[in-house]
């Protein structure tokens, strides 16, 4: 089955400053790479995604990159702001089924 | 739409005793998910449905955990007995046909004692 790793398991970065969080996955069917971000004592929240058939998205201050040769994706931030603090998640799933697995997250402090 | 609603919040129960989570899914969605979330083992896929058939159940940790989806607008986790170490938060999420774009509910925090 699948299995997702991230790192890093905590980031701390100035306000301002650019955060990289990077994610390999195990199995090559995976075409779909969500990421979610999860405040404290929240639920996770779907804040972009990327398909295998895109190398890179972008939304405002966010985006992701994809490798599928190397089987991996990573979340850019620039710009970190307070309100960015949070544990981000990476995902893997093969969109013919609906098993969503998720990396271990990483907690991302943003000093003012 | 009122989002995906769990209940209850918060249970704080003794040790033994049975444990019953339940999920209402957003309206039009077709599958749910079952997920626990702790510190040491992040988020854990438990159980997942899609028009209300369990798919993979392989999540599941042992016998004394069960999940139901009896209709399209309910589904419910079950621990009996529940243990210490079942404590955690069970997050439902569900996705619409199609897609995998899960909406979480707000969780239930379990609490065993």
């Known amino acids: 089955g699948e299995n997702v790793e991230q790192h890093p398991s905590t980031l701390s970065v100035q306000e301002g400053d650019s955060a990289v969080i990077k994610c390999t996955y195990s199995?090559?069917?995976?075409?779909?790479f969500p990421w979610y971000k999860q405040e404290l004592g929240k639920r996770p929240q779907l804040i972009i995604d990327?398909?295998?058939?895109?190398g890179e998205k972008k939304d405002q201050r966010i985006a992701v990159t994809l490798n599928k040769t190397a089987k991996h994706f990573s979340l850019h931030i620039t710009e970190t702001q307070p309100e960015d603090s949070a544990v981000y998640f990476c995902?893997?799933?093969?969109?013919?089924?609906?098993?969503?697995?998720f990396g271990p997250g990483t907690s991302l402090s943003v000093i003012p | 739409d009122a989002g995906v609603i769990q209940s209850p919040r918060h249970e704080v129960t003794e040790m033994g005793q049975e444990v019953t989570l339940r999920c209402k899914p957003i309206?039009?969605?077709?599958?749910l998910f079952w997920y626990r979330q702790t510190m040491m083992r992040g988020l854990e896929l438990l159980i997942y449905?899609?028009?209300?058939?369990?798919?993979?159940d392989s999540g599941m940790p042992e016998d004394r955990f069960s999940a139901k989806m009896p209709n399209a607008s309910f589904s419910t986790l079950k621990i009996q007995p529940s243990e210490p170490r079942d404590s955690a938060v069970y997050f439902c999420?569900?996705?619409?046909?199609?897609?995998?774009?899960?909406?979480f509910g707000a969780g239930s925090r379990l609490t065993v004692l």
């Open positions: 999420a569900s996705s619409p046909p199609g897609a995998n774009v899960l909406t």
């Open positions: 199995d090559s069917a995976s075409n779909y």
């Open positions: 990327i398909r295998s058939n895109v």
């Open positions: 995902a893997a799933t093969e969109t013919s089924y609906d098993k969503v697995i």
């Open positions: 309206s039009g969605h077709n599958s």
């Open positions: 449905f899609n028009n209300n058939v369990p798919i993979d």
